[in-house]
């Protein structure tokens, strides 16, 4: 897992979500040198956890898509689905892979129920406007009824320990199966 006060800055977001809340953009000149689509950029947070570089606690991992836990969960069990491949924003996103990430996102939402008890999930992305990595990712939140998740605003909490984080990742891997 990786922990807030180790999170890296990504050198093309400018931000490293450790302020409470998703930065109000990524700015473009963040962006200088960025390889281009489809390609693997080392210097982005998202695409290290992806390749194994970077730690975190993966629930679900494919040929074109990998899930993991959010360091700063909404929600405990809240997971990032994020295409392998480097993609800035899901309108960047390249048709052969608008399937296996949205079906990715699809069993993640339902697992998401028998995992935590769950009685439901907020599904979410965002494109450059409180895009705090800029690596195409789609939230999957646990919700139940009177959770306080109000509008979009997004308290952070956190795991209470490597431990905890990890048994979260292992149910949600177990309702996955």
């Known amino acids: 897992m990786i922990s807030s006060a180790a999170r890296p800055v990504c050198p093309l977001s400018g931000s490293n979500g450790e302020n409470g809340r998703?930065?109000?953009t990524a700015d473009e000149n963040d962006r200088a040198g960025d390889p281009?689509?489809?390609a693997v950029d080392p210097r982005c947070l998202f695409c290290r956890i992806a390749g194994g570089a970077e730690p975190a606690q993966i629930v679900l991992d494919s040929?074109?898509?990998v899930a993991f836990l959010d360091a700063r969960p909404v929600f405990k069990g809240h997971t990032l689905v994020i295409p392998r491949r480097h993609v800035d924003t899901v309108v960047e996103l390249p048709a052969e892979l608008v399937q296996p990430l949205f079906?990715?996102?699809?069993?993640i939402a339902g697992a998401v129920m028998p995992a935590?008890?769950?009685?439901?999930s907020f599904?979410?992305?965002n494109s450059r406007i409180s895009q705090s990595v800029p690596h195409m990712h789609m939230h999957v939140v646990p919700r139940v009824k009177g959770d306080g998740l109000r509008g979009f605003f997004w308290p952070r909490t956190k795991y209470d320990s490597a431990d905890e984080a990890a048994d979260y990742a292992s149910r949600m891997r177990d309702a996955l199966e």
Not at 103 to 107: G, H, L, M
């Open 103 to 107: 079906t990715a996102v699809q069993r």
């Open 22 to 24: 998703e930065s109000d």
């Open 63 to 65: 040929p074109d898509v």
């Open 116 to 120: 935590f008890g769950a009685q439901g």
């Open 123 to 125: 599904v979410a992305t």
């Open 36 to 38: 281009g689509p489809g």
